[in-house]
């Protein structure tokens, strides 16, 4: 015999609406399922659209036979790069220190240390993580939140993606109702503002694109599980508070920022990777985006 779970549900959908249920029976992998795992496992297997909260009620695990085995498939697929180039001297954020890439041993020297036609050279970069398209974690704003070795690796890679487009020539400041009416779930939300085409620039550092206090409540209650922009800051930079930052990573949802080419992928159909190296002790790095699309 295999574990079930028994429970209600209360679901509101993002362009309005929701819907209900009471006693529903669901096949669970093991001996319990979180609600997020129950409120996702429920959404996929009822191949519900644009769902925001999801509230799960009166859970109770019961002992049955499975009634139902998952199914897999493979596409092939291309990569689109949505990093920006790091080089010696680059200024990402005004106010801190440009990369330094050098060389630690050259190629001239190593040939004293090698057989005649054996050359290497081995690198030396000094930089703040901050530098280049990078990610944050919760440890980057929270003391006791989890830095790059704790996060999961699969928070880092082929999240399913979405791009929401909100030029930065219409608004500067991204509000919780230019995000509704999307299927954001669950999912890696790219914002696409157009302020990537300023980047290397000092109109970059001003006066950006950013989100609202407000849309990063929205995309928190609708459990996205990452938000990229193509912008200097995800937080306006006017006075001293950083809401987005602090609402984002508070609840573990990871933060791209200087992303470029998202002109280039579709609006849908594809998966996002931003995967940093395992520090410890590091709430922000360098990452090289990109998006795999399924090739048509």
Known sequence: MNKRVKFDFDITFTNGGGIKGEDFRLDIAGDDISDKELADYIIADMRLLMVGEAKILNKEIITEAHKRKPIDATEESYLIDLSHTIE?????????????ICDYLSREDSRALYEEGTEFQIGKIEMVTNTGTYIDCPFHR?????????MP??????????????????????TADM????????RAVLIHTGWAS?????QYYEDHAHLTQDAAEYLRDCAVKLVGIDSHNI??????????????????ILIVEHLCNLEVLPDDGFTFSAVPPKFKGAGTFPVRAMARLKKR
């Open 88 to 100: 010696n001297g680059l200024v990402t954020y005004k106010g801190l220190p440009a990369p330094v």
């Open 142 to 150: 929270y003391e006791h939140g989890k830095d790059l070795s704790e």
């Open 198 to 202: 300023h980047w290397n620039t000092p």
């Open 153 to 174: 690796l699969e928070r880092f890679a082929d999240l399913d993606g979405i791009v929401i487009r909100v030029p930065y020539t219409t608004t500067r400041s991204i």
């Open 179 to 186: 995000l509704r009416n999307y299927e954001i779930r669950n």
């Open 235 to 252: 937080d306006s930079t006017y006075g001293k508070s950083r809401p987005v930052h602090t609402i984002l990573l508070g609840a573990e």
